[in-house]
Nanobody, 125 residues
Framework: VQLQASGGGLVQAGVSLRLSCVAS????????MAWFRQAPEKEREFVAA???????YYTDSVKGRFTISRDNAANTAYLQMNSLKPEDTAVYYC????????????????????WGQGTQVTVSS
């Protein structure tokens, strides 16, 4: 499985960006998909996740501003980011968890089996 993330950029605070993550393979619909981010000199942190059935989960700092979604027909997961803040500046990574039985903790890096290459989001004040 290969994940290709795109959509990052340099924007001013308050605007929106949409990140995309395209996956290879024919079993995308069964993956638990997530977005993480990593700011300079900080650990990679959970942002949002979506189950195969469309249930969504968010870290508190992005609730109400970010929306995760998926299009199984297009093998693509999205992260719509509105009202961006300078503290959202980071490299954003998409990740996929292959679910076989119980879902592993969705906010942990080690729960995910495949990772995209990351896309830089820079928000200026």
């Amino acid at each position: 499985v290969q994940l290709q993330a795109s959509g990052g950029g340099l924007v001013q605070a308050g605007v929106s960006l949409r990140l995309s993550c395209v996956a290879s393979g024919r079993t995308f619909s069964s993956y638990f998909m997530a977005w993480f981010r990593q700011a300079p000199e900080k650990e990679r942190e959970f942002v949002a996740a979506i189950s195969s059935s469309g249930s969504t989960y968010y870290t508190d700092s992005v609730k109400g501003r970010f929306t995760i979604s998926r299009d199984n027909a297009a093998n693509t997961a999205y992260l719509q980011m509105n009202s961006l803040k300078p503290e959202d500046t980071a490299v954003y990574y998409c990740a996929a968890q292959v679910v076989a039985g119980a879902i592993r903790p969705i906010n942990r890096v080690r729960s995910y089996d495949y990772w995209g290459q990351g896309t830089q989001v820079t928000v200026s004040s």
